[in-house]
């Protein structure tokens, strides 16, 4: 098992910028953050292996930039442009061949 401690969400504007991070306990393979709005199912986000491989869902492309220092095992999530449909809470993921990991979330709100 991985621990992962998220912070940076919060409350903002509909335009507005939000930068969330993960700390991981150790280097794992690939990272990524997925959302979970109210009545919905928990969704890919966007994915960064340790290589530099990424990948974002098409919903935020363009918006949205993963990024990961692998020195601190530390992934970030820069999200820009923010939309109400953004709003949710989200997690960061931490997997390899033999485990699978999540954080405890943090609640994002996109609002007026």
């Known amino acids: 098992q991985v621990q992962l401690v998220e912070s940076g969400g919060g409350v903002v504007q509909p335009g507005g910028s939000l930068r969330l991070s993960c700390a991981a306990s150790?280097?794992?393979?690939?990272m990524a953050w997925y959302r979970q709005a109210p009545g919905k199912q928990r969704e890919l986000v966007a994915v960064h292996t340790i290589s530099g491989t990424t990948n974002y869902a098409d919903s935020v492309k363009g918006r949205f930039t993963i990024s990961r220092d692998n020195a601190k095992n530390t992934l970030y999530l820069q999200m820009n442009t923010l939309k109400p449909d953004d709003t949710a809470v989200y997690y960061c993921?931490?997997?390899?061949?033999?485990?699978?990991?999540w954080g405890q979330g943090t609640q994002v709100t996109v609002s007026s």
């Open positions: 150790r280097s794992i393979f690939t």
């Open positions: 993921n931490a997997r390899d061949p033999l485990t699978t990991s």
